[in-house]
């Protein structure tokens, strides 16, 4: 009898005995952005083999349904025989009827490159896990091997699966595999050698881009920086599988910017060149290195272990992701590629965005992170209030760590550094979840005032008070004030030309003019004063001729009704961080502090 090829590399496989999952991978169809997968799964005889599809992915909170881009799935059993599989539910299959081999085909496709998604072409193969690979919950414990049945010409695998001498990659559980994204192309592999605790660990860059070899040159450099200050803080690496780290890094036209961290590696993307964007793609690697500590294995309880189908919710993001974003900026000043206005720039933002939140009035940080599972790239089409209702734990969390950063430096002579510190010794070191009580009792406890510290959480982390910035950065010769307090402001509010008129798209923000004149969603702005509006420019024209503390008159048609309502003028709330000129030297040497490189 002949085999066909595929049929012996299935038996080939079959006779490895640790591999109670096993995949094979065919990019012939990358050109359709298809990927043929061939599974084999070996259970017990006797029970069914349950199949699944993940519906999220760690590093998301939200529900993505990945089996939406699964097609032309069929199963035979160890000798090639057909065997029935019944669809359960959207993600889900059945195969009852088994002799303890089940072999599964099926179709992939895959065309958005990004942290959450897979994309397969011409290009490379990118795949996450969670969108790509059919799964046996009964097998989660397994071993799981992945091969490759031809690699095109120029092509290496980048991945934090362990590499066998026969080609294979491997990773030791379902857990570890659905953590591992993949990168098949023709990408430069760069890297360097970290010690930490007399190991030496190997930090890779697989860098697969359209720039110069100087430019991937001088982004390893950069990230060598950030390594060594984000090690400084927790005064040691974790301690990665095989002493590697992977930087999977695709800047190339037609991909998404993102950034999503894993255990050992990482996965960033940006349509911009490296040139293009003047190295801002290292503002994603420090946040995303900095979760090898922070959520990767200094981790939530409530989200460990995670469930991959359905939404997974944690109290505990403004800690997770708004810490990382405070230190994935602050430690790029201190490596050295943000000089001091380029830092205060950067805290400007979030600082705005945060103290005139209107969202802050029904969530703290804790409950604001339950929301996760309804905005971080969830999908739904009908309106939402969020504009009103909703602050990013990114942003809640990172100005809060900046809040208690500096109270700690200037109240209690100590530093956020030194609590995330004391975090990662008590639950990131021996992978022990935390929940939020733990926060409070490790900030009492660096502190030396356990008032303090449950003060910070009832106002603060389950409340939603903000501490006084302007008097915090006061204390280290910077200056937190108003822009221009004499420029006239309505608010943000979404608009667009329609016809003669312009329509408001969205509601408006609370608080504001407009929101407090009754402008509302679909309303038709038809003057402002004696401006005509047709655009937006006209009516930046009207704004110019006002002042704080004036009175205009809104002409409007809100369904079939002609209304005018009036607005008064308020004044910009936008704030500027700068330096100090008279700042003291104790003041400054307080800021150089925080913001210096540290010594490993």
């Known amino acids: 009898m002949t085999m066909s090829p595929q049929l012996c590399a299935f038996l080939l496989l079959s006779a490895t005995a640790s591999a109670q999952t096993w995949y094979e991978l065919d990019l012939s169809g990358r050109e359709l952005h298809q990927l043929a997968v061939s599974a084999e799964y070996r259970l017990d005889p006797n029970e069914p083999l ?11 909170y939200a529900r993505h349904d990945f089996a939406k881009n699964v097609y032309a799935l069929s ?32 179709l992939l496709f895959g065309n958005r490159a990004d942290g959450t998604y897979s994309q397969i072409d011409s290009r490379h193969t990118h795949l996450n896990m969670p969108a790509s690979f059919l799964y046996a919950p009964a097998l989660a414990s397994q071993p799981i091997t992945v091969r490759l049945k031809v690699l095109p010409a120029g092509w290496s695998v980048a991945s934090q699966l362990m590499p066998q001498p026969d080609g294979s990659l491997t990773a030791p559980d379902l857990s570890y595999f659905m ?43 950069k990230i060598k920086a950030v390594v060594q200050q984000q090690q400084a803080v927790f005064g040691e690496l974790p301690d990665f599988e095989n002493q590697r780290y992977t930087f999977i890094a695709d800047y190339l036209p037609g991909v998404d910017g993102d950034g999503m961290e894993h255990r050992n590696s990482t996965v960033v993307t940006s349509s911009k060149s490296l040139a293009q964007a003047d ?93 996760a599972v309804f905005v971080d790239a969830g999908v739904s089409i009908d309106p939402t209030n969020y504009s009103n209702t909703f602050l990013s734990y990114y942003t809640y969390g990172e100005v809060l760590a900046l809040g208690l950063d500096l109270i700690l430096r200037t109240e209690y002579d100590t530093d956020l550094d030194a609590f ?28 030396g005032n356990s008032s303090f510290a449950r003060r910070f959480f009832h106002d603060s982390i389950e409340g939603s008070a903000l501490p006084d910035y302007q008097a915090l950065f006061a204390r280290l010769g910077l200056m937190l004030a108003p822009a221009d307090p004499e420029q006239a402001w309505l608010g943000r509010l979404g608009l667009e030309s329609y016809g003669d008129a312009l329509r408001v798209r969205g509601v408006a923000l609370h608080g504001s003019p407009w929101a407090q004149a009754g402008v509302t969603d679909g309303d038709l702005l038809l003057q402002l004063g004696d401006v005509r509006l047709q655009s937006t420019g006209d009516l930046n024209s009207a704004l110019a001729k006002a002042k704080v503390g004036d009175e205009l008159i809104l002409t409007l048609r809100r369904f079939d009704q002609q209304l005018q309502l009036k607005l008064k ?29 540290k010594q490993i």
């Open 75 to 106: 199963a035979t059993d160890g000798s090639g025989h057909p065997l029935a599989v019944e669809r359960l539910t959207p993600s889900s299959w059945r195969v009852s009827q088994h002799q303890g081999v089940v072999r599964v085909t099926y």
């Open 569 to 597: 003028v308020q004044a910009d709330p936008q704030l500027v961080l700068t330096e100090d000129p008279k700042a003291s030297k104790a003041q400054r040497k307080k800021r150089d502090a925080w913001l210096a490189a």
């Open 179 to 221: 953590d591992s994204p993949l990168e098949l192309s023709d990408h430069q592999l760069l890297g360097f050698d970290q010690p930490s605790n007399g190991k030496n660990y190997r930090i890779e860059l697989a860098l697969h881009h359209q720039g110069t070899a100087e430019a991937a040159a001088q982004l390893l450099k």
């Open 279 to 371: 190295f801002a793609q290292i503002e994603t690697i420090s946040h995303e290195f900095f979760h090898a500590w922070n959520v990767e294995r200094l981790r939530p309880k409530n989200l460990q272990p995670f469930d991959f189908s359905q939404t997974n919710m944690s109290d505990a993001l403004w800690f997770a992701e708004g810490f990382t974003n405070y230190y994935g900026k602050l430690l790029l000043k201190r490596s050295g590629h943000f000089t001091l206005d380029n830092y205060l720039e950067k805290l400007q933002g979030p600082l705005n965005t945060a103290l005139q939140a209107p969202g802050r009035r029904w969530y703290g940080p804790a409950a604001m992170s339950q929301q």
């Open 420 to 447: 995330m510190q004391l975090m990662w010794q008590r639950f990131g070191r021996a992978e022990k979840p935390y929940q939020l009580a733990d926060i409070e009792q490790a900030l009492a406890d660096i502190s």
């Open 50 to 60: 349950d199949l699944r599809m993940a519906a999220a992915s760690p590093g998301r």
